[in-house]
């Protein structure tokens, strides 16, 4: 087992650091706190971050991007959320629709996408994912062909025709691109292959934006209603084959959820910073209330969560990397890095007493971008249920 980061890495890790602090730390309470909540995605911010590379780092190298690992990527994650979650999340969404591109896609999707992304002149491209629906959430993926995912996609000669209306879409209404998950075969789940992905540029006809979520956090990342009205792609904007919906959905769940693992950590790892310092600084009963032992084991407790997080989604990107399917590692990730973040974030605020109500702290910002990542990419609960479910699964394997 090798713990340690090369150079390489290391210096990566500074770079994007460096960035966060003067680039992104210094301005995320303003825009978190614009009223429009179009305005508070950061432009400026996302364009420096873009220009840096961070929104192709997936991208193979054959396509202008800089292909790094997967223990690399959720490193730059984690890094960015220690400037604020929501921008960690935005950008998430194109390096993960560049995963999917990359391992589902035919050589004229990966030439003409992968490499939009990694040379974009506007420094403003970004992906978008249409899955989750109103009446459906978690339950898209569901085996029953009645139930889960209403959004139809219908092969008309040599063209599909898109209707139906999806929610809390990431980029909606910001990104250049959309993959949208629709059902392909209405006497089918998703299992039995009833559904499939679609890549949908964001000017198609029929393609149009709803409401945009106005949230308590995570506010410098945009979530969207999208309505498609006939939106009507060629037939070869179908990603993978017919019927790869599941498939497609699950590969993005198990980079995904690692990657909520990182935001969490980050969140986490900067809850404790800020409390941390705090304890030193402030006085009570003649002492640092640092040294005070109900504040002490808070500060431990924190460190316990943000470490065991921040191992877990290692582990997770490590089996990415060696392409070794480990969905409960994944989902693991998810829960204990969303986890971490409302722990600490929480104890931030007691920590800080009156000072963590305040906006002079951003510890109560922490708290409401935390919040989101329980629920997000799946609820907390359902994951709980399917990490005892899949190891059952496998017991029930082994024994046959």
């Not at 990966?110 to 970004?126: C, G, S, Y």
Request: charged share 20%; proline share 4%.
């Amino acid at each position: 087992m090798e713990f340690n980061f090369s150079q390489e890495q290391l210096e990566l890790k500074r770079v994007i650091g460096k960035f966060v602090d003067k680039e992104l730390t210094p301005y995320a309470a303003g825009y978190d706190r614009k009223e429009n909540p179009e305005d508070c995605i950061p432009w400026p911010i996302i364009e420096k971050a873009i220009e840096l590379g961070i929104g192709s780092m997936a991208v193979p190298k054959e396509y202008g991007g800089d292909e790094l690992s997967s223990v690399e990527i959720l490193t730059i994650i984690e890094e960015l959320a220690h400037g604020d979650a929501g921008i960690a999340y935005t950008l998430l969404s194109t390096i993960t629709g560049t995963q999917l591109i990359a391992r589902f896609g035919d050589e004229e999707q990966r030439a003409r996408w992968l490499t939009k992304i990694a040379n974009d002149q506007t420094k403003r491209f970004l992906v978008g994912f249409a899955l989750s629906e109103p009446q459906s959430g978690s339950d898209n993926m569901s085996p029953n062909p009645n139930a889960g995912m209403l959004t139809t996609a219908v092969l008309d000669g040599d063209k599909y025709i898109i209707n139906g209306a999806k929610s809390f879409i990431t980029n909606a209404g910001i990104a250049g691109l959309y993959i949208v998950w629709a059902r392909t075969d209405k006497t089918k789940g998703a299992p039995q292959g009833g559904l499939s992905a679609f890549l949908v540029p964001a000017d198609t006809i029929g393609i149009n934006v709803g409401k945009i979520e106005d949230k308590m956090g995570n506010r410098l990342s945009q979530q969207g209603e999208l309505i498609f009205e006939n939106c009507t792609i060629p037939e070869n904007n179908l990603l993978g084959k017919e019927g790869d919906g599941l498939q497609i959905c699950l590969a993005m769940i198990e980079n995904r959820f690692p990657a909520v693992g990182a935001i969490g950590t980050g969140i986490a790892q900067t809850a404790y910073d800020i409390s941390y310092k705090y304890a030193k600084e402030r006085i009570q009963g003649g002492t640092p209330i640092i040294n005070h032992q109900a504040i002490s084991h808070k500060l431990a407790n924190m460190l316990i969560s943000i470490e065991s997080s921040r191992l877990l989604y290692q582990k997770a990107a490590w089996h990415l990397d060696n392409k070794i399917p480990n969905m409960i590692i994944s989902s693991m990730s998810k829960v204990s890095g969303s986890d971490a973040a409302i722990m600490a974030s929480n104890e931030g605020i007691q920590i800080l007493g009156c000072y963590g109500c305040s906006r002079e702290y951003s510890i109560e910002k922490l708290f409401r971008d935390s919040k989101a990542l329980s629920i997000c990419e799946s609820a907390n609960e359902i994951q709980r249920s399917n990490i005892v479910m899949m190891v059952q699964m496998m017991e029930q394997k082994h024994r046959g």
